[in-house]
C-alpha cells in the first residue's frame, strides 16, 4: 500500500484521538519520536520529542485525566479543551502527515482541527451529557477511563498500524452516525405519540 495513504490515516487516527484527548496522541507521538525511528518530525514539529516538551506533555496529561474524573468539573474541563483538542488534533495531524508529499500545511493544519474538533463535539455535546442523564452522573468516570484507553490505544495503532485505525474509525463513525439517527428517530416518534 501507499506510503501517502499510511500516512494520512495515520493522521486522521492521531487527530480522532486528540478530540478525546488531548495529551494522549502529543505525547505518544513524541515518545515513538524521541525513543525510535519509527516517526520522523520535520521541524517545528520535532520539538515534540524534546525531553522537556515530553516532561511538559504528561504533567498536562495527568492534570487532564484527574481534572476530567471529577463530577461538575469535567464539564468546565470540557468547555476548557473545545479549545484545546482541536488545537492538538491540528498539531499531530500536521506533524504525521510529513510523508504526504506536497500537502499544504494550513491544509493539514484545517483537517487536524476538524478531526479533532468534531470528535470533541460529539464527546461533549451528545455522548458525555446523555451518559449523565441515563446514569444520573455515576458512569462519567468510566466512560472517562474508557475515553482515555481508547485515545491512547488509537495513537499508538494510529503509527504501528495505520490500515487497521482507517478500519476502526470508519466503524467507529458509522456507530455514532447510527446514534445519532436512531436518538432522532426515538424523539420524533416520541414527540409523535405524545400529541396522539
Known sequence: MDVALFGIMSAFGL??????????????VGVIAHYTNWIKLSPPYD?????????????????????????????????????IRPAAGAIVFAASAHVVTGINPV?????????????????????????TATTGGAANVPVSLAEDGVATVLSILSIVIPVLVG????????????WIWRRATWKKREIGSSRE
Do not use: F
Open 15 to 28: 487527530s480522532a484521538s486528540a478530540g478525546l484527548n488531548a495529551y494522549i496522541p502529543l505525547l505518544v
Open 47 to 83: 520539538l515534540l520529542a524534546n525531553a522537556w516538551i515530553l516532561i511538559l506533555v504528561s504533567l498536562l496529561l495527568i492534570v487532564e485525566m484527574l481534572v476530567d474524573k471529577l463530577p461538575a468539573v469535567n464539564h468546565i474541563n470540557d468547555l476548557i479543551q473545545t479549545v
Open 107 to 131: 491544509l493539514a493544519l484545517a483537517c487536524g482541527l476538524l478531526v479533532a474538533g468534531s470528535v470533541h463535539t460529539v464527546k461533549s455535546v451528545a455522548i458525555r451529557p446523555a451518559v
Open 167 to 178: 478500519i476502526i474509525l470508519i466503524i467507529l463513525i458509522a456507530l455514532i452516525l447510527w
